[in-house]
């Protein structure tokens, strides 16, 4: 059974670091793209990172709002994907989820592109 656990979240301050991690069944981590989404209170589900090793040229693409300040990665050895976050905002607040699919670089911001997703980590940034 496909199993995503992600780690990481908790409470900062704004200006802070946070590193998220999503550790990923063996079985399919190799085979496909990987992404963040989040979903703050009352809100509909984001997209905010996505990185692919299948793509040719760009593999990785950021949500507007997180570009310059968020980095998407992944160690295949370990099997696990990493959003690191840095100079974090009160709007960042949210619960992440990572998902694995096999989206295109024309569809990685659609969430129903992705079919396995992690329970979700809350992160909450205070002013």
């Known amino acids: 059974q496909v199993q995503l656990v992600e780690s990481g979240g908790g409470l900062v301050q704004a200006g802070d670091s946070l590193r998220l991690s999503c550790a990923a069944s063996?079985?399919?981590?190799?085979?496909?793209?990987w992404a963040w989404f989040r979903q703050g209170r009352g809100k509909e589900r984001e997209f905010v990172a996505v990185?692919?090793?299948?793509?040719?040229?760009?593999?990785?693409y950021y949500a507007d709002s997180v570009k310059g300040r968020f980095t998407i990665s992944r160690d295949n050895a370990k099997n696990t994907v990493y959003l690191q976050m840095n100079s974090l905002k009160p709007e960042d607040t949210a619960v992440y989820y990572c998902?694995?699919?096999?989206?295109?670089?024309?569809?990685?911001?659609?969430?129903?592109?992705?079919?396995?997703w992690g329970q979700g980590t809350q992160v909450t940034v205070s002013s």
């Open positions: 998902a694995a699919g096999r989206s295109s670089s024309g569809t990685y911001h659609l969430s129903e592109v992705y079919n396995y």
């Open positions: 990185i692919s090793d299948a793509w040719i040229g760009r593999n990785t």
């Open positions: 063996e079985r399919i981590f190799s085979s496909y793209n």
